[in-house]
């Protein structure tokens, strides 16, 4: 038997559901989800795509099934959403499993993530999934960005050089003068020796 990580596949896709749900995402009415043979499915939407998660017991059933589970949400899509939609474009399956993943499978799983014919792929195994935080990465691509970050500006490299520079032992003072010599277009050493020199140390 398959050894499984700390989910069962009833814990992996509600807390899998609970991510999408807090990120916007509704669910999809079962008289529009299709059937999907052999496996525990939900289809969920946003304004910009369509997504189904598809939660399998083991890893031999996930990559035995994964191409059923693509066309049911192929056919969902191309029955329910039309052809003008932006998200009839947006197709995701994102296909789960608790059990851990077998080392000579392992090429098996990245060509399934590489694959982007029909919809993409988002998959992660037993050994990937120990907390709901690993859940959350692994639906990362279908999120929106926290916050505000997707409107504030990089922060530029000497805004981060105090705090870098500080961390590896120099000191504050002895940073802001040389990033204030920088500014001024003055020679960094001579203003940290007149500073020395004005402190007395």
């Known amino acids: 038997?398959?050894?499984?990580?700390?989910?069962?596949?009833t814990s992996l896709m509600a807390a899998a559901s609970s991510v999408l749900e807090a990120a916007g995402?509704?669910?999809?009415?079962?008289s529009r989800s299709g059937s999907w043979p052999g496996s525990e499915a939900r289809l969920y939407e946003?304004?910009?795509?369509?997504?189904?998660i598809v939660v399998y017991e083991t890893w031999a059933d996930l990559s035995s099934s994964w191409l059923e589970a693509q066309a049911t949400l192929v056919?969902?899509?191309s029955t329910h959403f039309t052809r003008g939609e932006a998200k009839a474009w947006e197709g995701y399956l994102v296909l789960l499993t608790p059990s851990v993943i077998p080392s000579d499978?392992?090429?098996?799983?990245?060509?399934?993530?590489?694959?982007t014919t029909h919809v993409r792929k988002l998959l992660a195994t037993g050994d990937e999934l120990r907390a709901l935080?690993?859940?959350?990465?692994?639906?990362?691509?279908?999120?929106?960005?926290?916050?505000?970050?997707a409107?504030?500006?990089?922060?530029?490299?000497?805004?981060?050089?105090?705090?870098l520079l500080t961390?590896?032992?120099?000191?504050?003072?002895?940073?802001?003068?040389?990033?204030?010599?920088?500014?001024?277009?003055?020679?960094?050493?001579?203003?940290?020796?007149?500073r020395a020199e004005e402190s007395g140390t």
């Open 105 to 115: 499978s392992r090429l098996d799983a990245i060509a399934i993530q590489r694959n």
């Open 75 to 77: 056919e969902v899509i």
């Open 1 to 9: 038997m398959a050894s499984v990580g700390p989910f069962t596949a």
């Open 25 to 30: 995402y509704k669910r999809i009415s079962q």
């Open 167 to 194: 961390r590896r032992g120099v000191p504050r003072d002895i940073v802001d003068v040389a990033i204030e010599a920088f500014l001024d277009q003055q020679p960094v050493i001579e203003r940290i020796h007149a």
């Open 151 to 163: 409107l504030v500006e990089p922060r530029s490299a000497l805004e981060l050089l105090p705090d």
């Open 133 to 149: 935080g690993d859940i959350a990465r692994t639906l990362l691509p279908l999120l929106p960005l926290e916050g505000d970050q």
């Open 46 to 52: 946003d304004a910009y795509s369509v997504v189904a």
